[in-house]
């Protein structure tokens, strides 16, 4: 935890510095320093956890200090020490957001326990705001993914959308997945590059990369609209020989034009593929560029794959709908409309990647989840009933019984 110590009084701060530093070896002083202005321009420049501050100062005092640091660190704790009882500087105090106002002289011991429980305080937020960031970076990567196959962005995820001038999107594929390094697997060679890619973006914006079958689809946002197409060449040369050097891993790079619209996604990424495919089979280059290839009749043979990759992503997110939503009345029209497909062609699509039609596959999964709530005895039959999608017992018995042979209560009795 990093800590700042702001204290007129000289002798006071060093001994201050001396025991809390003493103390714990997870407690940093970062700075310790005499006013407020000091402790202003310190947390400026440095990532700051607490101040521990006294009151009473020339220029800018405690609660002044700790007014600042609510209205522009919030984030940052703010501890008060001072020699007067006087209940209006406590009032003050809570309203800018001070955790703790100690009446001086205290032992070391009443600040200690107090630093003690604001360090917990603080580890939990930041374990709670790393867990939210990778949870936001988990929807993130899911959207785009499906943005690149054409998919549509649910509006109330509008704003985890970084901010860009234009969008760069681009596919890499290993050369030869034999020739990996010894231990290497492709799914492990691949989450390594895409690490790897994301980071060595960082200068020119933010990028997400998403690991498709047998390629990774890297979507940079970038900063500034200046047309660099003509240096982007160089820049995957120097990406691969990166790779090359901290992997040993032989890589493809395909990209196309860059768009400005995250709806013309899925079109560029179209292009990247094609311009993959075209660097996969070449022995002269290892990047391709779309506009510099001629279209020819393999150009139908990559869309074709691409085309059935998109499918199995449809299908993949109608499937995790159908299993997180089984006690809704779930058709095959309310999730077509939710995937923006007709829904005569997602009943082709899905048995064509399942094996099995909806209808059929819908029951499966109700009765799969109807048998699991069954084994819970605090559940009646009714309740299983309705958290399976069945509104009438009866028909829910008739088509549980057609399934296994037995009724629901002959089932939660055996079990």
């Known amino acids: 935890m990093k800590i700042l110590l702001v204290d007129d009084e000289p ?11 003493g103390a714990k070896h997870s407690w940093e002083i970062v700075a310790a320093v005499e006013d407020g202005e000091e402790a202003i321009t310190i947390l400026q420049k440095h990532e700051i956890d607490l101040v521990i501050s006294d009151i009473r100062m020339p220029a800018v005092d405690g609660l002044e200090l700790s007014k600042y640091i609510e209205e522009n660190f919030s984030n940052v704790k703010v501890i008060l020490l001072t020699g007067y009882k006087d209940f209006g500087y406590a009032q003050q105090a809570l309203r800018y957001g001070v ?3 100690i009446l001086k002289p205290a032992s070391f011991e009443i600040l200690f326990e107090s630093i003690e429980k604001i360090e917990v305080c603080i580890l939990k937020e930041k374990n709670l705001s790393r867990l939210e960031k990778k949870r936001e970076r988990d929807i993130l990567e899911k959207r785009l993914d499906d943005l690149l196959f054409g998919l549509p962005l649910p509006y109330y995820d509008d704003e985890i959308i970084p ?4 969008i760069l999107v681009f596919t890499c594929c290993v050369k030869d997945a034999r020739e990996l390094p010894r231990g290497w697997v492709e799914i492990d060679a691949y989450s390594a ?12 914006g933010e990028a997400y990369g998403t690991v498709q079958e047998q390629h990774i689809a890297i979507i ?32 493809r790079i395909g990209f196309g034009y860059t768009c400005l619209k995250l709806t013309d996604l899925h079109v560029h990424y179209k292009e990247s593929i094609y311009a993959m495919e075209d660097a996969r089979k070449s022995d002269l280059s290892h990047i391709s560029f779309y506009g ?3 279209q020819n009749k393999n150009e139908a043979n990559d869309l074709e794959k691409y085309a059935g990759k998109k499918n199995r992503r449809v299908i ?15 058709t095959l029209k309310s999730l077509a409309e939710e995937v923006y497909l007709n829904p005569t062609y997602l009943g082709r699509i899905f048995k064509q990647e399942t094996g099995e039609s909806f209808s059929s596959y819908l029951i499966k999964l109700r009765i799969e989840k109807a048998k699991e709530l069954l084994k819970n005895p605090e559940l009646k039959i009714y309740e299983v009933c309705e958290q399976v999608g069945y509104n009438d017992p009866a028909h829910f018995t008739h088509v549980f019984k057609k399934s296994l042979g037995i009724t629901p209560q002959e089932y939660k009795m055996r079990s």
Do not use: C, G, P
């Open 11 to 21: 002798f006071a701060l060093r001994m201050l510095k001396e025991m809390i530093q």
């Open 316 to 330: 993949e997110i109608v499937l995790e709908k159908m299993r997180t939503q089984l006690s809704e009345d779930l």
């Open 220 to 251: 940079v946002f970038l900063n500034d609209s200046e047309d660099k197409r003509r240096v982007y060449k160089e820049m995957f040369e120097h990406l691969h020989e990166t790779i090359q050097e901290l992997l040993k891993i032989e890589i």
């Open 163 to 166: 901010r860009f001038h234009e």
């Open 193 to 204: 590059i895409k690490n790897i890619m994301e980071e060595w973006f960082l200068t020119y």
């Open 292 to 294: 510099d290839i001629n």
């Open 99 to 101: 955790v703790d106002y």
